[in-house]
């Protein structure tokens, strides 16, 4: 089996459990007696952990090795989707959801950097470029449908309910624990990978994260262009919670029903990630008729309109077809975001760069959980998704910001070439934050 080959199969185990977990996760605890702002604090505990474990995590993946790393997200993952299916009080889940932390902190990045090393010892250049591309892109297109095979079967396993109503909206967490042993033993079997120079590493990462940190504070300092991307991710992450925890919660209300919310919410998420990766191919053609930061800003401002109009959904129906719209921009919004970050990037400082993003959203996420999930216990849902809607789409502006007069490359300069220096780098080029 080609690198290529394995490389995606593995993605599609990693992300399957990820599409099963996705239209409950925000369910279960309100059918375990949670409130809803209860709900935002003990989901702002993984941004929080990824927040504080990002930059470590990454240095391990590059010292100790892809494989090692990959395995133990999994092993972390596994205990973290157990956990959660069995807790009964806030304290159990934001156990549980800072085990998802960790796991989401050590898989940030290991299979990529494997993937694009071992291109780099097999295939020669110039084919390599071509090939790593081709796999990324491949890369994206298997997570997107992984999501949606594991939606649609959370909402079967809801709707079959194999042990009683009562854990009906646990089960698909149970499966998903279950899987990530599968995880294990795929990548124990289709990993390989020389680990003969990696010595020392945890003493080395933890040596080198204080530096990493310095390096990325300087580069905030230099670049306004930097800052403002960085702010742009703040506010994303803070938006995300709208329409990805919030779409549930006020499904719920609708319906007034949990399982019946579920069971709906499995094929809507499968329809919007499909829906997603339509957009996402538009992107080039996009590209095409206006400049990066044109479309930046105007994707932006419609998946802002987009989710707002979520919120003020009178019914089921215009709820669904809000979320279909605004992941038709999802995806398209974030690939032209990482190509103006790549932009403010250089080969020896592009993982530190692509760390800072990954860092920022987790936070303004967490924020964000906390805030709506006040929103949605004192007001409604819908206005909580209101808000988390205008709050994404006040990052609009900050595209439109320029370099000082000799301060780095505009937010308009063409993109570096695909070949970064190394594994971690690429690693976090990824869609992974944009996921899970």
């Known amino acids: 089996m080609s690198v290529r080959s394995r490389f995606w199969l593995l993605a599609a185990v990693r992300w399957l459990p990820t599409g099963l977990i996705v239209p409950v996760m925000a369910l279960l605890p309100l059918e375990r007696g949670l409130s809803v702002a209860e709900l935002g604090g003990v989901l702002a505990v993984q941004g929080v952990v990824v927040l504080l474990l990002e930059l470590p995590t990454g240095g391990f993946a590059d010292t100790l090795g892809r494989r090692p790393v990959w395995i133990a997200s999994a092993v972390v993952a596994s205990v973290a989707y157990g956990l959660y299916s069995v807790a009964q009080t806030p304290v159990v889940f934001a156990a549980a959801v800072a085990l998802t932390g960790v796991f989401r902190a050590l898989d940030s990045g290991p299979l990529n950097a494997w993937f694009v090393d071992a291109v780099g010892e097999q295939v020669p250049e110039p084919a390599r470029s071509a090939e790593v591309a081709r796999g990324l892109a491949g890369y994206a297109a298997v997570v997107g449908l992984s999501i949606a095979v594991g939606a649609l079967l959370s909402a079967g396993l809801v709707a079959w309910a194999p042990f009683g109503r009562a854990e009906a909206l646990a089960v698909p967490h149970r499966v998903a624990c279950a899987l990530a042993v599968v995880q294990v033993a795929a990548a124990w079997v289709l990993m390989d990978e020389d680990r003969s120079a990696r010595m020392g590493g945890v003493v080395r990462s933890v040596r080198a994260t204080p530096r990493a940190i310095a390096d990325g504070a300087r580069l905030l300092l230099r670049s306004r262009v930097l800052r403002a991307l960085v702010a742009v991710e703040v506010l994303w992450g803070f938006g995300l919670v709208a329409f990805e925890s919030m779409t549930p919660v006020r499904l719920e209300e609708m319906l007034g029903d949990g399982d019946l919310a579920a069971t709906v919410m499995g094929p809507a998420s499968a329809g919007a990630w499909a829906v997603s990766a339509v957009g996402a191919a538009a992107v080039p053609w996009l590209l095409r008729r206006w400049s990066l930061v044109a479309v930046s800003v105007a994707l932006k401002v419609v998946q802002a309109l987009t989710v707002v109009s979520m919120g003020v959904a009178a ?122």
Request: hydrophobic share 50%; glycine share 16%.
């Open 315 to 436: 019914g089921p129906v215009g709820l669904v077809a809000g979320l279909l719209a605004t992941y038709a921009v999802h995806s398209a919004a974030g690939a032209v975001y990482e190509t103006l970050l790549h932009q403010q990037a250089r080969p020896e400082n592009r993982a530190t760069v692509l760390s800072l993003a990954s860092m920022a959203m987790h936070p303004g996420a967490a924020v964000g959980a906390v805030v709506l999930g006040a929103v949605a216990t004192s007001a409604s849902p819908g206005a909580a998704i209101v808000v988390g809607g205008l709050v994404l789409g006040a990052a609009a502006p900050l595209f439109l910001v320029t370099p000082t007069r000799g301060g780095g490359r505009p937010a308009g300069a063409a993109p570096p070439m695909l070949g970064r220096d190394g594994g971690t780098s690429v690693a976090r080029d990824g869609v992974e934050a944009r996921h899970d």
